[in-house]
Protein backbone atom coordinates (compact mmCIF):
# COMPACT_ATOMS: atom_id res chain seq x y z
CA UNK A 1 0.00 0.00 0.00
CA UNK A 2 1.76 3.29 -1.04
CA UNK A 3 2.81 5.67 1.62
CA UNK A 4 0.02 8.24 1.36
CA UNK A 5 -2.66 6.00 1.79
CA UNK A 6 -0.77 4.47 5.12
CA UNK A 7 0.12 7.91 6.23
CA UNK A 8 -3.90 8.96 5.92
CA UNK A 9 -4.63 5.42 7.58
CA UNK A 10 -1.79 6.23 11.10
CA UNK A 11 -3.96 9.71 11.10
CA UNK A 12 -7.04 7.29 11.94
CA UNK A 13 -5.42 5.43 14.50
CA UNK A 14 -4.03 2.47 12.93
CA UNK A 15 -0.78 1.18 13.83
CA UNK A 16 1.41 -1.27 11.87
CA UNK A 17 -0.02 -4.36 11.75
CA UNK A 18 -3.43 -3.25 11.42
CA UNK A 19 -2.22 -1.38 7.99
CA UNK A 20 -0.44 -4.81 7.42
CA UNK A 21 -3.83 -6.44 7.57
CA UNK A 22 -6.24 -4.17 5.99
CA UNK A 23 -3.80 -3.85 3.33
CA UNK A 24 -4.01 -7.73 2.40
CA UNK A 25 -7.73 -7.53 2.85
CA UNK A 26 -8.40 -4.92 0.67
CA UNK A 27 -5.78 -6.51 -2.16
CA UNK A 28 -7.73 -10.17 -1.53
CA UNK A 29 -10.80 -9.41 -0.42
CA UNK A 30 -12.47 -11.84 2.51
CA UNK A 31 -9.70 -14.02 3.96
CA UNK A 32 -9.73 -15.93 7.18
CA UNK A 33 -6.99 -15.54 9.91
CA UNK A 34 -4.99 -18.40 9.45
CA UNK A 35 -4.08 -16.79 5.29
CA UNK A 36 -3.70 -13.21 6.80
CA UNK A 37 -1.11 -14.49 9.36
CA UNK A 38 0.47 -16.43 6.74
CA UNK A 39 1.01 -13.59 4.35
CA UNK A 40 2.15 -11.17 6.77
CA UNK A 41 4.20 -13.07 9.00
CA UNK A 42 2.05 -12.08 11.80
CA UNK A 43 1.52 -14.58 14.60
CA UNK A 44 -2.11 -16.12 14.27
CA UNK A 45 -3.45 -15.09 17.79
CA UNK A 46 -1.98 -12.10 17.37
CA UNK A 47 -3.41 -11.58 13.82
CA UNK A 48 -6.64 -12.32 15.86
CA UNK A 49 -6.37 -9.70 18.20
CA UNK A 50 -5.62 -6.91 15.49
CA UNK A 51 -9.06 -7.97 13.73
CA UNK A 52 -10.71 -7.32 16.57
CA UNK A 53 -9.10 -3.67 16.76
CA UNK A 54 -10.18 -3.02 13.37
CA UNK A 55 -13.47 -4.18 13.99
CA UNK A 56 -13.96 -1.99 16.51
CA UNK A 57 -12.72 0.62 14.54
CA UNK A 58 -15.19 -0.02 11.67
CA UNK A 59 -12.40 -1.28 9.48
CA UNK A 60 -13.21 -4.75 8.84
CA UNK A 61 -16.11 -6.52 9.44
CA UNK A 62 -16.47 -10.76 9.82
CA UNK A 63 -19.05 -13.21 8.59
CA UNK A 64 -19.71 -16.86 8.74
CA UNK A 65 -19.22 -19.07 5.92
CA UNK A 66 -19.55 -23.30 5.72
CA UNK A 67 -17.84 -22.55 9.69
CA UNK A 68 -15.65 -20.88 8.85
CA UNK A 69 -15.01 -17.27 10.14
CA UNK A 70 -14.16 -14.50 7.24
CA UNK A 71 -12.80 -11.10 7.43
CA UNK A 72 -13.68 -8.39 4.79
CA UNK A 73 -13.07 -4.98 4.72
CA UNK A 74 -15.81 -2.43 5.28
CA UNK A 75 -16.71 -0.18 2.16
CA UNK A 76 -15.49 3.35 3.06
CA UNK A 77 -18.66 5.17 3.10
CA UNK A 78 -20.22 3.56 5.59
CA UNK A 79 -16.63 3.64 7.80
CA UNK A 80 -16.62 7.40 6.88
CA UNK A 81 -20.28 7.64 7.95
CA UNK A 82 -19.45 6.37 11.60
CA UNK A 83 -16.47 8.42 12.40
CA UNK A 84 -18.95 11.48 11.43
CA UNK A 85 -21.22 10.42 13.68
CA UNK A 86 -19.01 10.54 16.36
CA UNK A 87 -18.16 13.11 15.25
CA UNK A 88 -21.44 15.31 15.63
CA UNK A 89 -21.85 13.59 19.11
CA UNK A 90 -18.75 15.01 20.46
CA UNK A 91 -19.63 18.61 19.08
CA UNK A 92 -22.97 18.62 20.54
CA UNK A 93 -20.80 18.09 23.56
CA UNK A 94 -18.80 21.03 23.40
CA UNK A 95 -21.60 23.89 24.46
CA UNK A 96 -21.95 22.01 27.52
CA UNK A 97 -18.22 21.87 28.34
CA UNK A 98 -18.35 25.39 27.83
CA UNK A 99 -21.18 26.19 30.13
CA UNK A 100 -19.44 24.93 33.37
CA UNK A 101 -16.25 26.79 32.43
CA UNK A 102 -14.91 29.90 34.69
CA UNK A 103 -15.17 33.08 32.94
CA UNK A 104 -11.76 34.14 34.01
CA UNK A 105 -9.61 31.05 33.22
CA UNK A 106 -5.82 30.98 33.83
CA UNK A 107 -4.55 27.23 32.38
CA UNK A 108 -1.52 25.52 30.61
CA UNK A 109 -1.55 22.43 28.85
CA UNK A 110 1.38 20.63 27.59
CA UNK A 111 0.77 18.05 24.72
CA UNK A 112 3.81 15.99 24.07
CA UNK A 113 2.93 13.25 21.33
CA UNK A 114 2.42 14.04 17.35
CA UNK A 115 -0.92 12.57 17.89
CA UNK A 116 -2.19 14.57 20.39
CA UNK A 117 -0.68 18.06 18.21
CA UNK A 118 -2.74 16.50 15.64
CA UNK A 119 -5.63 16.87 17.53
CA UNK A 120 -5.49 19.91 18.62
CA UNK A 121 -5.06 21.43 14.93
CA UNK A 122 -8.12 19.41 14.14
CA UNK A 123 -9.81 21.25 17.70
CA UNK A 124 -8.93 24.55 16.62
CA UNK A 125 -9.79 24.12 12.52
CA UNK A 126 -13.25 22.68 14.25
CA UNK A 127 -13.93 25.83 16.44
CA UNK A 128 -13.07 27.97 13.70
CA UNK A 129 -15.19 26.23 11.41
CA UNK A 130 -18.40 26.01 13.89
CA UNK A 131 -17.56 29.89 14.17
CA UNK A 132 -16.14 29.66 17.91
CA UNK A 133 -12.93 31.45 16.89
CA UNK A 134 -13.05 34.56 14.71
CA UNK A 135 -9.63 35.99 15.09
CA UNK A 136 -6.37 33.74 14.25
CA UNK A 137 -3.16 35.08 14.53
CA UNK A 138 0.27 32.92 13.39
CA UNK A 139 3.78 33.64 13.62
CA UNK A 140 6.26 31.69 11.90
CA UNK A 141 5.68 28.00 11.03
CA UNK A 142 8.58 25.39 12.17
CA UNK A 143 10.24 23.28 9.99
CA UNK A 144 8.52 23.33 6.96
CA UNK A 145 11.20 20.53 4.96
CA UNK A 146 8.59 17.92 3.73
CA UNK A 147 10.49 15.01 4.41
CA UNK A 148 9.97 15.70 7.99
CA UNK A 149 6.54 16.84 8.63
CA UNK A 150 5.39 14.70 5.51
CA UNK A 151 2.29 13.12 7.57
CA UNK A 152 1.51 16.64 9.66
CA UNK A 153 1.91 18.87 6.27
CA UNK A 154 -0.84 15.97 4.52
CA UNK A 155 -2.78 17.10 7.81
CA UNK A 156 -2.97 20.07 7.74
CA UNK A 157 -3.62 20.58 4.19
CA UNK A 158 -6.54 18.52 4.57
CA UNK A 159 -7.94 20.86 7.18
CA UNK A 160 -7.18 24.29 5.61
CA UNK A 161 -9.58 22.66 2.54
CA UNK A 162 -12.22 22.09 4.43
CA UNK A 163 -11.92 25.17 6.26
CA UNK A 164 -11.86 27.19 2.97
CA UNK A 165 -15.00 25.38 2.39
CA UNK A 166 -17.19 26.58 5.61
CA UNK A 167 -19.18 29.52 5.42
CA UNK A 168 -17.54 30.96 8.75
CA UNK A 169 -15.19 33.25 7.86
CA UNK A 170 -12.20 34.54 9.96
CA UNK A 171 -9.76 37.11 10.01
CA UNK A 172 -6.77 34.99 9.77
CA UNK A 173 -2.90 37.18 9.48
CA UNK A 174 0.09 34.79 9.05
CA UNK A 175 3.61 36.27 9.35
CA UNK A 176 6.52 33.54 7.98
CA UNK A 177 10.10 33.49 6.98
CA UNK A 178 11.02 34.88 4.02
CA UNK A 179 12.20 30.90 2.51
CA UNK A 180 8.81 29.96 3.00
CA UNK A 181 6.80 32.15 0.39
CA UNK A 182 6.54 29.46 -2.17
CA UNK A 183 5.58 26.82 0.26
CA UNK A 184 2.27 24.55 -0.67
CA UNK A 185 0.60 24.69 2.76
CA UNK A 186 1.41 28.64 3.28
CA UNK A 187 -0.70 29.17 -0.21
CA UNK A 188 -3.41 27.47 1.45
CA UNK A 189 -3.02 29.81 4.51
CA UNK A 190 -3.41 32.53 1.84
CA UNK A 191 -7.19 31.22 1.14
CA UNK A 192 -8.61 32.43 4.57
CA UNK A 193 -6.69 35.71 4.59
CA UNK A 194 -3.25 37.54 4.23
CA UNK A 195 0.06 36.57 4.92
CA UNK A 196 2.91 38.58 5.27
CA UNK A 197 6.83 37.69 5.23
CA UNK A 198 9.82 38.74 7.41
CA UNK A 199 13.81 37.28 5.90
CA UNK A 200 14.87 36.94 9.96
CA UNK A 201 11.56 35.44 11.53
CA UNK A 202 12.86 32.31 13.46
CA UNK A 203 11.72 29.18 12.19
CA UNK A 204 12.16 26.51 14.60
CA UNK A 205 8.65 27.54 16.58
CA UNK A 206 4.85 28.46 15.81
CA UNK A 207 3.28 31.08 17.86
CA UNK A 208 -0.69 31.12 17.28
CA UNK A 209 -2.77 33.58 18.98
CA UNK A 210 -6.75 32.99 18.94
CA UNK A 211 -9.62 34.46 21.71
CA UNK A 212 -8.08 34.37 24.82
CA UNK A 213 -5.26 31.82 23.81
CA UNK A 214 -1.70 31.88 23.33
CA UNK A 215 0.31 28.63 21.54
CA UNK A 216 3.24 27.48 20.81
CA UNK A 217 4.19 24.55 19.05
CA UNK A 218 7.79 23.12 17.93
CA UNK A 219 9.65 20.16 18.26
CA UNK A 220 12.18 19.27 21.04
CA UNK A 221 14.89 16.46 20.61
CA UNK A 222 12.37 14.85 17.40
CA UNK A 223 9.24 15.35 19.92
CA UNK A 224 6.32 17.07 18.60
CA UNK A 225 5.71 19.91 22.10
CA UNK A 226 2.46 22.33 22.33
CA UNK A 227 2.49 24.00 24.88
CA UNK A 228 -1.11 26.28 25.33
CA UNK A 229 -1.79 28.96 27.90
CA UNK A 230 -5.24 30.12 28.29
CA UNK A 231 -4.96 33.50 30.04
CA UNK A 232 -6.68 36.63 28.24
CA UNK A 233 -3.21 39.18 29.22
CA UNK A 234 -1.02 37.16 28.11
CA UNK A 235 -3.13 36.70 24.55
CA UNK A 236 -3.80 40.04 24.40
CA UNK A 237 -0.02 41.25 25.22
CA UNK A 238 1.56 38.68 22.62
CA UNK A 239 -1.05 40.02 20.24
CA UNK A 240 -0.39 43.64 20.40
CA UNK A 241 3.36 41.97 19.06
CA UNK A 242 1.83 40.26 16.35
CA UNK A 243 0.69 43.79 15.62
CA UNK A 244 3.76 45.40 15.82
CA UNK A 245 5.71 42.81 13.70
CA UNK A 246 2.62 42.96 10.77
CA UNK A 247 3.13 46.41 10.55
CA UNK A 248 7.04 45.67 9.53
CA UNK A 249 6.57 42.97 7.47
CA UNK A 250 6.10 42.22 3.75
CA UNK A 251 3.30 41.55 1.71
Given at each position: MNSKITSILREFGLFEKEIQIYSVLVENGEQNAYFLSKITG???STTYDV????IEKGFVNKI?????TLFFVVNLDETISKFKVKELLLSSLAPELEKIKKKEISNVNI?????????FSYNLFNKIIN????????ISGGSMNPEETKSSDLFIERLLKELDKGKNKIQYMGIWNESFRKN????????IGENKFLEK?????TTIIFEDSLVYMFTLSGEPQVIEIQNKLIA?????YFNYLWEIAKK
Open positions: IHRLEKLTKDKKIKTLESQKQGDIKELSITLIKLFRNLPTQAKENKA
